[in-house]
T-cell receptor
């Protein structure tokens, strides 16, 4: 049981380049999400998915695309990277919504992205 | 927008002392959660407190929730050097999407040996 796996760990991109951050979980979780973490800003939700084939926007979706073709995978695509997208990206998954049943959300180890 | 605001932004204590971190939020919530993040690592879920609960314990952790003041506190008793990390509160808004977890900016706790 590997939990939530993110790749790559570190990436440097040039402005205008595209790339995909990969996220995979082996816990059969329906809910997956992507956050970005910037200094002094905490974590902000980019996109999330409540199951295969279903995605929705979070707080800061501009410049990012997602898809959810399988339960296990939730890739985050940057179509044309900008310096403002320099950040640490975290993928997370959970069995179900964060209601009072208290299902825990599990985070990956993060992907450090620098856009120059 | 940031829902939670932790206070203080940074806290430095000696091993064995207690550490208290506070979180304020803006809207009605379904539940509030606390997370720990070690430097360069992902977040780890610590504890969840529901809106109808006032206090919860887990090992050396004690969380309180005051919905009238829209605030929560995290107490770590008998701190250890290994507790050095950033601590974040996160909320699930009441009546909103149960899929959205809104984080505060975090408190950096340093426990000196």
């Amino acid at each position: 049981n590997a939990g939530v796996t993110q790749t790559p760990k570190f990436q440097v991109l040039k402005t205008g380049q595209s790339m995909t951050l990969q996220c995979a979980q082996d816990m059969n979780h329906e809910y997956m999400s992507w956050y970005r973490q910037d200094p002094g800003m905490g974590l902000r939700l980019i996109h999330y998915s409540v199951g295969a084939g279903i995605t929705d926007q979070g707080e800061v979706p501009n410049g990012y695309n997602v898809s959810r073709s399988t339960t296990e995978d939730f890739p985050l695509r940057l179509l044309s990277a900008a310096p403002s997208q320099t950040s640490v990206y975290f993928c997370a998954s959970s069995y179900s919504p964060f209601d009072s049943s208290g299902n825990t959300i599990y985070f990956g180890e993060g992907s450090w992205l620098t856009v120059v | 927008s940031q829902q939670g605001e932790e206070d203080p932004q940074a806290l430095s204590i000696q091993e064995g002392e207690n550490a208290t971190m506070n979180c304020s939020y803006k809207t009605s919530i379904n539940n509030l959660q606390w997370y720990r993040q070690n430097s360069g690592r992902g977040l780890v879920h610590l504890i969840l407190i529901r809106s109808n609960e006032r206090e919860k314990h887990s090992g050396r952790l004690r969380v309180t929730l005051d919905t009238s003041k829209k605030s929560s506190s995290l107490l770590i008793t008998a701190s250890r050097a290994a507790d050095t990390a950033s601590y974040f509160c996160a909320t699930v808004e009441s009546g909103g999407s149960n899929y959205k977890l809104t984080f505060g900016k975090g408190t950096l706790l340093t426990v000196n040996p």
